[in-house]
């Protein structure tokens, strides 16, 4: 089974694309142009990290900001997946702290992913959308996820990946999306026989993606954060991180399904 280190390793390349700011209405606030680029070195043991933002939705002169770093280790704070997928964020809910974390979907030349960022008391407050494309590539953009799409049973494999135990439990999963009488969607996980509703706001987004979390976290009760991509029509990719009854990160789980 490859390492969190190999799996992040997939993610390697140039990555051109536009990071939006959504709001809760699903309005796009803003769009800037970025190119992200990851390079290996030192017989991959380095990885080599640059990206850089324009003010604009064009790459148009120079960059308005420009951040490198180098990697030689991941922090407890990232969940890599076998198919280059990742999860991140904040570990524990805590009064007066902000609450956030990133959703990574990888599929060949793209990449689509996702921050949800929480006030400091703990609402919902705005999204960021993140398409990207390798450089010289073909690939495209999926149309804007409609709830049709998503409306009906998946059948796969999801990777669980703990707090206190980093290799991943391996189960098989299903998801069952159903249309509520006031016409909001209603999603049920099943994971190695066990179901459970999967609670909050659904947002729709662009690039076929959707966003699942409560308005509003706190460290007294659990919660979780979803958010899930459909790469093409017919295959759906969700990642989900939980949190206990203290705010504590509890695990982060990667479902990869079909529909049925």
């Given at each position: ?59 148009v ?103 206190d ?6 189960a ?39 966003h ?47 529909r049925?």
């Amino acid at each position: 089974m490859a390492s969190q280190w190999q799996n992040f390793l997939r993610n390697l390349g140039e990555w051109r694309g536009t990071f939006s700011s959504i709001n809760l209405a699903g309005a796009t606030v803003d769009c800037t142009a970025s190119i992200l680029s990851l390079e290996a070195a030192d017989d991959d043991r380095l990885v080599r990290f640059r990206l850089r933002r324009w003010p604009t939705a064009e790459q148009v002169g120079e960059p308005s900001r420009d951040i490198s770093e180098d990697y030689r280790s991941l922090g407890r704070q990232v969940v890599f997946f076998e198919s280059g997928s990742f999860s991140k964020g904040t570990l524990q809910v805590s009064p007066g702290t902000a609450f956030g974390g990133e959703f990574g979907f990888v599929d060949g030349d793209r990449r689509h992913r996702l921050v949800q960022l929480h006030s400091d008391g703990g609402a919902l407050e705005t999204l960021v959308l993140i398409r990207e494309f390798r450089a010289g590539s073909d690939a495209v953009e999926q149309p804007p996820l409609e709830a049709a799409q998503l409306l009906g049973t998946w059948r796969g494999q999801a990777a669980t990946i703990s707090a206190d135990w980093p290799e991943p439990d391996q189960a098989d999963a299903a998801l069952t999306v159903e249309s509520g009488a006031d016409g909001s969607l209603q999603l049920n996980t099943t994971i190695g026989g066990v179901s459970s509703a999967c609670e909050g706001r659904l947002q729709l987004l662009p690039d076929a993606g959707y966003h699942l979390s409560p308005l509003q976290v706190s460290h007294r009760a659990p919660f979780a954060v979803q958010a899930g991509w459909l790469p093409q029509p017919g295959r759906l990719e969700c990642l989900i991180r939980r949190f206990d009854g203290t705010g504590a990160w509890q695990a982060s789980t990667q479902l990869q399904l079909q529909r049925v």
